[in-house]
């Protein structure tokens, strides 16, 4: 099972940030936090992932709570292209695969 | 930006046919893997390959599957006698795996429909 929880659905108007929130309690010290997203059947695209620290790129912003049980995907000016299923995921301990789950179908609103 | 290919996009076959789905992944990764999603369901985890072998394998990936890295740059999936319930779409995906790079980059992936 995958060992992130995020809400099924978002709705944000265009032009605003979309922030996308997930937990992640189980994680261990040294396991990264990695966001995809799906547009539509498209294959998964990496966004962003961190590990303590705050994370910025190009995309978005990636927040992690100190006690690193759960994180935020921010995308700063949401635009109608960004409406698509947003993954976070903890790789499954001692393994490289990625355990999906249902992720958050964001919708952006014009 | 290199990115992962596969080939073919769309895949029609006959159940009891084999297919092979192509997948050409990031030049000098080397981790591959294969993830399949049923229409509306969540993407699965197939198996991950490393020097040549199969490092690791679902419950989904049975005797009817098998991969292969037949060159230096293809790594395919071959579905030996299709079922219906193979129709999905598949993903190829890349790791570095150097200096503890971790992040996975998926291609577009191959739609397999079995009739």
């Known amino acids: 099972d995958a060992k992130t929880t995020q809400p099924t659905s978002m709705d944000c108007a265009e032009g605003r940030a979309a922030n996308l929130p997930c937990n992640h309690s189980?994680?261990?010290?040294?396991?990264?936090v990695y966001w995809y997203r799906q547009i539509h059947s498209q294959g998964p695209q990496y966004i962003i992932h961190?590990?303590?620290n705050n994370e910025t790129n190009e995309m978005a912003s990636l927040i992690i709570t100190e006690d690193r049980k759960s994180s935020t995907l921010i995308l700063p000016h949401a635009t109608l292209r960004d409406t698509a299923v947003y993954y976070c995921?903890?790789?499954?301990?001692?393994?490289?695969?990625?355990?999906f789950g249902t992720g958050t179908r964001l919708k952006v609103l014009a | 930006e290199p990115e992962v290919t596969q080939t073919p996009s769309h895949q029609v076959t006959q159940m009891g046919q084999e297919v092979i789905l192509r997948c050409v992944p990031i030049?000098?990764?080397?981790?591959f893997y294969w993830y399949r999603q049923i229409l509306g369901q969540k993407v699965e985890f197939l198996v991950s390959?490393?020097?040549?072998?199969?490092?690791?394998k679902s419950e989904i990936f049975d005797d009817q599957f098998s991969v292969e890295r037949p060159d230096g740059s293809n790594f395919t999936l071959k579905i030996r006698s299709t079922k219906l319930e193979d129709s999905a779409m598949y993903f190829c995906?890349?790791?570095?795996?150097?200096?503890?790079?971790?992040?996975?980059?998926f291609g577009p992936g191959t739609r397999l429909l079995v009739l």
């Open positions: 030049s000098n990764h080397l981790y």
């Open positions: 189980t994680i261990s010290g040294n396991e990264y």
């Open positions: 995906a890349s790791r570095a795996g150097t200096s503890g790079v971790e992040t996975q980059y």
């Open positions: 995921i903890v790789r499954v301990g001692g393994t490289y695969k990625y355990i």
């Open positions: 390959f490393y020097n040549n072998e199969i490092s690791e």
């Open positions: 961190g590990l303590k």
